[in-house]
C-alpha cells in the first residue's frame, strides 16, 4: 500500500495543488490580557488545509520580550520550551535577536494531523504592556509530494503580535545615577571649571 493509499483523498490534492501554495502552521489571531501585574498574551494557530503536523513539528514565536517563566499555556500534545536564538530556521530567515527569549512550541501527540483544523489557543505572560509590535512566526510541518509519494518537510515564516520594548534590565542601585544623569554630569564639569576659573581671574584683577 503506498501512502497517498494510506493518506486517502486529501494528499491527492495536496499533490496536485503542489506545495507552493500551504502556508503551515497561521496565527489566526493574536489578543492581549492584563493578568495580575503582567500581561497574556494569546495565539489560535491554526494548521492550512494543505499540510501534515508530524510529532516533531513545532512553530516558533521570535523576540518576546520580558517572558515571564512558567507561564506558558498550551493543548495537550504539544510541549513548551523557550531559546535565546533559534538554529534551525530551515530555509526561513527570521529576525531574531539573540538577547530576546524566542516561544517554541511541538507537536507531540501520536497521530498527525491532516487538513485545515484549529489547533488551539498558545499563550505566555509578558511583563510588557498591551502595546505590540510586529515578530516573525516560523513553523515546520509537512506536505505531500506526489513525484516521491512521500510527505516532505515544509518551512513556513510570517509575522504575528508581541510584547514591544526590549527584555527587562534591573534599575540602577538606590543612590547610584542612571546613565544618561552621569553622562550631563561628566558635560557640566567642563564648564563649571571654566567659570570657576574666570571667577578666579577676575578676582585677582580687582586686588592688582
Same mark, same amino acid.
Given at each position: 500500500m503506498t501512502l497517498l493509499r494510506k493518506m486517502g483523498l486529501a494528499a491527492v490534492f495536496a499533490g496536485l495543488l503542489g506545495s507552493s501554495a500551504t502556508a503551515g502552521l497561521v496565527?489566526?489571531?493574536?489578543?492581549?490580557?492584563?493578568?495580575?501585574?503582567?500581561?497574556?498574551?494569546?495565539?489560535?494557530?491554526?494548521?492550512?488545509?494543505?499540510?501534515?503536523l508530524q510529532p516533531g513539528d513545532s512553530f516558533v514565536i521570535y523576540d518576546f520580550a520580558g517572558f515571564v517563566g512558567g507561564s506558558s499555556d498550551q493543548p495537550?500534545?504539544?510541549?513548551?520550551? $523557550?531559546? =535565546?536564538?533559534?538554529l534551525d530556521n530551515?530555509?526561513?530567515? /527570521?529576525?531574531?535577536d539573540p538577547n530576546i527569549q524566542n516561544l517554541v512550541w511541538t507537536y507531540t501527540g501520536a497521530t498527525p494531523l491532516m487538513g485545515e483544523q484549529a489547533i488551539g489557543d498558545f499563550s505566555a505572560l509578558s511583563t510588557k504592556?498591551?502595546?505590540s509590535v510586529d515578530t516573525d512566526f516560523t513553523s515546520k510541518t509537512h506536505v505531500y509530494d506526489a513525484k516521491s509519494d512521500s510527505l516532505i518537510a515544509f518551512d513556513a515564516i510570517t509575522s $504575528?503580535? =508581541?510584547?514591544?520594548?526590549?527584555?527587562?534590565?534591573?534599575? /540602577?542601585?538606590?543612590?547610584?545615577?542612571?546613565?544618561?544623569?552621569?553622562?550631563?554630569l561628566a558635560a557640566g564639569i567642563p564648564l563649571a571649571l571654566g567659570v570657576r576659573h574666570m571667577t578666579k581671574r577676575k578676582q585677582a584683577a580687582v586686588m592688582a
Open positions: 496565527p489566526v489571531y493574536a489578543s492581549v490580557d492584563a493578568e495580575g501585574d503582567d500581561y497574556r498574551y494569546t495565539y489560535g494557530v491554526t494548521l492550512s488545509s494543505k499540510n501534515y495537550m500534545d504539544f510541549t513548551f520550551t $523557550t531559546v =535565546g536564538k533559534t530551515g530555509r526561513t530567515t /527570521p529576525v531574531d504592556p498591551e502595546a $504575528t503580535k =508581541g510584547p514591544a520594548g526590549g527584555d527587562d534590565q534591573p534599575p /540602577p542601585p538606590p543612590g547610584v545615577p542612571e546613565p544618561s544623569s552621569l553622562l550631563l
